[in-house]
């Protein structure tokens, strides 16, 4: 139901009587929505409350007289999209979480930095992605095979090509540079079904999508200069998490 909702910028009416406190309209919003809602906080802008729902960011009042979804909150002072950070931190994970042994690896300069993406290869925006990775100095890159079979029916056939190759990391950069797959038939053990269980768990719904060092999630191709930034950023934040929990 909340899908067919979020397209909908402007908003159905809700009727409630009392005021109502987070919890108050946590439950209201899970009965009106027949979905769970992951948490409600105080926006700090107009009286609404943030409520994060399957993945999706809604806003509504405090009497739950009315809601917006699929819109996105800006700071009318700084210009700052308050949605997009907040969807930034509500969907971070642990990146020492991830599975690291099932990615590609690739290795830039001394490693120090490190990201990790889940891309299709039959993705236009991943291979304009594996070009701007040659930029960024200094990181360890982490490659999930990530097909989209409703997309793409023979990504997943691909995938497993590249993962049995005796090089991965070569076959990767071969097919996105000519196209041409790797000599076998993808028979080997691979963990592409596992992959794909693991992107569901993260609602990972597009490719590329990037996982940074703090665990924030950006999905789409980025420029260079946008993947060096995020690093920066990332690698500040992953520090400030590190020294909090000492």
Not at 117 to 122: A, L, Q, S
Not at 155 to 176: E, H, L, M, P, V
Request: with cysteine; glycine share 6%.
């Amino acid at each position: 139901m909340l899908k067919k909702l979020l397209p909908l910028a402007l908003a159905s009416l809700f009727v409630a009587t009392v005021n109502a406190d987070e919890a108050d309209i946590k439950k209201a919003m899970e009965a009106k929505l027949g979905a769970k809602v992951e948490s409600v906080t105080k926006s700090g802008y107009l009286g609404l409350y943030e409520v994060y729902s399957e993945g999706n960011i809604l806003y509504t009042d405090d009497k739950m007289t009315a809601f917006i979804a699929g819109g996105q909150l800006i700071d009318g002072k700084t210009m700052k999209n308050v949605t997009e950070e907040r969807m930034r931190k509500l969907t971070a994970i642990k990146f020492s979480e991830l599975p690291l042994d099932r990615a590609i690896k690739q290795v830039r300069g001394d490693g120090k930095r490190v990201l990790a993406t889940f891309e299709d290869p039959n993705c236009g925006y991943c291979k304009r992605l594996a070009k701007d990775l040659l930029n960024p100095d200094n990181v360890e890159i982490y490659t999930f095979l990530y097909p989209i079979d409703t997309l793409h029916p023979d990504a997943a056939r691909k995938s497993r090509q590249i993962w049995c190759a005796a090089d991965r990391t070569k076959a990767w950069d071969d097919f996105f540079a000519t196209g041409a797959l790797p000599d076998n038939k993808g028979d080997c053990d691979n963990p592409v079904a596992k992959l794909a269980e693991l992107g569901a768990k993260y609602r990972v719904n597009a490719t590329p999508t990037v996982v940074f060092a703090d665990g924030s999630i950006v999905p789409g191709a980025m420029p260079a200069q946008r993947i060096e930034q995020e690093l920066k950023t990332a690698d500040a934040e992953a520090k400030k998490l590190a020294a909090a929990k000492k």
